[in-house]
T-cell receptor, first 115, second 112 residues
């Protein structure tokens, strides 16, 4: 089975721009979660989507948004980029059923650099 | 507030020198504790899931254990290829969600 794929792998943007990151989960997985990883804060939960609905959201400003398509692929968008948004953005998929606990499998991440 | 603390932050071992990494947690009802390994520039790789106190799981040179307050990742006779950052994460009760709370990791370096 193919793993979680994320595109692009690397991005360089300037302050004020917006960016869209894409994630394709493992085939059959319906839950997609997004995390931000920085050296200072570690991995922090952004949001989770299940069956095209946002199921949970972390403590991030409204500039961070996401969506999920009917094929379970997900995108996250960051508008009005700030220097502090530079990070590794990780996508994780799981086969979680509603209320279930399932292992999350991570993609390789997208390295975003904001200049 | 749910919290995960890992120690030590960094650990340097000689090849063959066994040791343990610690993950202590404070959560409002633990549903599962996860261990991941992360190599530089890559996403975390799943290692283990532990669900209840007393549970143990093994994989090659790694063994994970769980108590009501903490988990240990024991590394027996490590090799240089075990060098990586080891992350601990918890899934707490709180509705139908997959939110994981991560510790900041232990950076392990195994020297030949």
């Amino acid at each position: 089975k193919a793993g979680v794929t994320q595109t692009p792998r690397y991005l360089i943007k300037t302050r004020g721009q917006q960016v869209t990151l894409s994630c394709s989960p493992i085939s059959g997985h319906r839950s997609v979660s997004w995390y931000q990883q920085t050296p200072g804060q570690g991995l922090q939960f952004l949001f989770e989507y299940f069956s095209e609905t946002q199921r949970n959201k972390g403590n991030f400003p409204g500039r961070f948004s996401g969506r999920q398509f009917s094929n379970s692929r997900s995108e996250m968008n960051v508008s009005t980029l700030e220097l502090g948004d530079s990070a590794l953005y990780l996508c994780a998929s799981s086969s979680a059923l509603r209320g279930g606990l399932n292992t999350q499998y991570f993609g390789p991440g997208t390295r975003l650099t904001v200049l | 507030e749910d919290q995960v603390t890992q120690s030590p932050e960094a650990l340097r071992l000689q090849e063959g020198e066994s040791s343990s990494l610690n993950c202590s947690y404070t959560v409002s009802g633990l549903r599962g504790l996860f261990w991941y390994r992360q190599d530089p520039g890559k996403g975390p790789e799943f290692l283990f899931t532990l669900y209840s106190a007393g549970e143990e799981k093994e994989k090659e040179r790694l063994k994970a254990t769980l108590t009501k307050k903490e988990s240990f990742l024991h590394i027996t006779a490590p090799k240089p290829e075990d060098s990586a950052t080891y992350l601990c994460a918890v899934h707490s009760q709180g509705g139908a969600t997959n939110k994981l709370i991560f510790g900041t990791g232990t950076l392990l370096a195994v020297q030949p």
